[in-house]
Nanobody, 121 residues
């Protein structure tokens, strides 16, 4: 009923930049909090950044000052601008959102399928 699709993952050199995007589609009444998580091989999935419906933001300490999360409520999108990328940023990045369905009027949490970001020379 609700689908999140990420794009923008790529291979980039250390110090480079990348922009990830995620678009939500389906039976959407309202999108509340949105966020980006990442999971590196052999590690647990971790929060990278999150943004509330009213643009309040929170970042992991490891990305603060380098990454910027933003959203466009009219287009049901959330983006992650990543600067000064490091090899340790290499991971699969997942989009996450709390979405209220216009069919059931219930709120559920949804995940995208992930997009690979590799930082390497």
């Amino acid at each position: 009923q609700v689908r999140l699709v990420e794009s923008g993952g790529d291979l980039v050199q250390p110090g480079g930049s990348l922009r990830l995007s995620c678009v939500a589609s389906g039976t959407i009444f309202q999108i509340y909090g949105m966020g980006w998580y990442r999971q590196a091989p052999g590690k647990q999935r971790e929060l990278v950044a999150k943004i509330s419906h009213y643009d309040g933001t929170d970042y992991a300490a490891s990305v603060k000052g380098r990454f910027t999360i933003s959203r466009d409520n009219a287009k049901n999108t959330v983006s992650l601008q990543m600067e000064s990328l490091k090899p340790e940023d290499t991971a699969v990045y997942y989009c996450n959102a709390d979405v209220r369905s216009r069919l059931t009027m219930t709120t559920d949490n949804y995940w995208g399928q992930g997009t690979q970001v590799t930082v390497s020379s």
